[in-house]
């Protein structure tokens, strides 16, 4: 019994005795090879189990029907959502996705730019990650469109989003009406675009009702804390020296539950005496108790929208906008 | 200025005016060729960004340090994480992780496998599945290690899983020591070799105390039902009719967190009158109300065991053991 190991072309060829031009003509059914010849060739295929590389193809076809999708945590339960959204809807219309995972490394995302390059993929979708997009990856060549995430400088990458400072208006908006006067936003001090964005929201909220802005009441966690834990320990820390707000704007479940957890902890009462507004729509905000108050993402439309802004691009057209924003919603639950 | 789009081997033969086999050659520093052709075509790459293809390396060097990971949901989160532990340690170990997600279709599960196959994969990790694995895939011929899925028939695929048995088996009698009698078990319909075991577990355990196997607590969820709302809707029945059962083993989470709601609508005290165990730990157990009592999986060591597993076997060794068994912990909160 032979190995089934697998074999290159060039093995084909050398075991069928005719040349690795001829094997191709064969796999790809393009004329110009006898009966016999087609017969030797694929009887050698059948024995050796050689399955057609599509890379091998794809250096002679330039398409290899198959996307590249970076994500930064395929733990984060909005980016698993997107990219299962995604994947669904390449699959349908005949393209296999490639997950790559950063980690929110930058080291590790542009490793992995690099390999979905190499695989030869037809486009990248990119999800959100630790730093605006780089230019260099950007001018990459192969078609690239990004979700909740902009790309650095002038470009022409298209990105879709959803509407961030219109979720923190609304967020702030919402805790004001409910009788909060000192509002908190509790985000990550990086500069991403995404905080920006909800950051300008809370702040014209804040502004268009005559509330004063405090810098106390800016509380951007670092880049090493965690969502949940790192919310937790600084709004323990806050609630128990001096209970300075009554209203949290967490830019992210994770965190407002950190923050229902630390008040809960130093026994103030939520909603009564705190109310928390989230972000995302994630399900601990659902299953928490009592459930957060949220700003829904759409994360199917995000995805339905990045997918075919990418394969407008593989198909050479010029996209008509290179920002597309998508509205979010204010989901009201328990703890406002 | 030229356009910077990605360029053949063939194109940059081409463009330096000499043969492909020489281009090949000067990229992989393999001698026999003049100073001034090394410098002709390198000029040509560096106008062209040509960046080295690997999956063209690949089929000299038969290596692409790629390794590939089939994974059923990306949204799952007890998957997610397997995944992400995954992607760490091959990425420190210089290995790049493809995650394809195959939504649990058979077909695309299938699909998967052939893309991975001719992206030249070095190996490839199963997690899970709609169905034990088939055989015609264990024989591809890239090695395989299984997380949490058996493979079909007699194979030597290399499979990790938790201790599924002992699992079902402490969650029983856990709720049997509170004072359980009339305990049910909800899970899947599908025999899967994971639900198998669980219901083995549940079973030997009511024997060892003496407990009586009603076909009533055996409650099978269809494949199509939702983890959540399928428990939800068959426990609200059940409770409404008449209430049976004193204890829940629900063999996932989300499964006893369905089961909560149910009971909690019909206003059935938990843990009062009914205890619930799911399975897993996943974050819903954590942060619901009350938490739910569940069977922690050891999600890091099962992905550290079948990584480990599946170099072992890239590099030509033969598996000391077939079967990997990790142990399970009972986390008691809420619901017990």
New interface residues.
Partial sequence: MRS???V???DIARLSGVSVATVSRVINHNGRFSEETRERVEAVIREY?Y?????????RE?KTH?IGVIVP???N?LF??I??EL??YF?DQGY??????T?EEDK?EA??F??L????VDGIICISGSEDLPEHIV????PIVCIDRKPKGKSDVVYVESDHYLGGYIATEALIKKGCRKILILSKQKALSVNTQRLSGYLDALRDYGLPVLPEHIVGLLDDDSNFQGAKDRIFYMAKKNLSFDGIFATNDWRA?GALVALQQNHIAVPEQVKIVGFDGS??SE???PAITTIQQNKKELALRAAQALLEQMAGKAAEEHRIVLPVALVERGTT
């Fill in positions: 089934k190991k697998k290159s072309i060039k189990q399955t057609t590389d599509m890379t091998g193809k794809s250096l330039k198959t945590d395929i733990t339960e698993a959502a990219v299962l994947e669904k699959f296999s996705v490639l997950i790559c995972n980690n590790k490793a992995y690099k390999i390059e190499s695989k030869a001018k990459s060549g192969i539950y399900s601990v299953y928490c108790y």
